[in-house]
């Protein structure tokens, strides 16, 4: 049985507030029952790893809690959170313009040697 599991935000948009939840949300849960967990933000999900974005978005209007706050009880049960390399091309952003949640960068031969060779489960959104 795998004890670990990894958590891609490939097809997520920051523009569409609703999808932000559930991945961080399931992160939160796995860590908190004990499994490794990593979530890797990649495409325009990695927008979420740059200071100062998460902190605005609203999952539901009005409701105070951000997606910055759902990333950070992710991070506090033990999740670690990854941002992809291209991105930092992509947005024209430094490793320092990341959020301090984020360990550092994945990219995308670590992750497909990880989910090839199963060592661990896979949720993408």
């Keep these: ?3 670990r599991l990894l958590v891609v935000l490939l ?3 920051p523009r569409n507030a609703e999808e932000l939840g559930a991945p961080f949300y399931h992160a939160a849960v796995a860590a908190a029952m004990d499994y490794q967990v990593d979530i890797v ?3 325009a999900a990695g927008k979420l790893m ?4 998460a902190e605005k978005i609203h999952i539901k209007p009005g409701h105070p809690k ?3 706050d759902w990333i950070k009880e ?3 049960h033990g999740a670690k959170l ?4 291209a991105n930092l091309d992509l947005f024209d952003i430094e490793e320092s313009d990341l959020i301090p949640e984020c360990s550092g960068l994945m990219g995308a031969a670590a992750m497909i ?3 090839m060779d199963g060592s661990c489960r896979v949720l993408t959104y």
Aim: aromatic fraction near 8%.
């Design 11 to 13: 097809n997520t948009d």
């Design 74 to 76: 992710a991070h506090d």
């Design 1 to 3: 049985m795998s004890t």
């Design 50 to 53: 740059i200071k100062g974005v």
């Design 82 to 85: 990854w941002a992809c390399p």
């Design 113 to 115: 040697q990880d989910v």
């Design 66 to 68: 951000t997606v910055y």
């Design 41 to 43: 933000c990649t495409a």
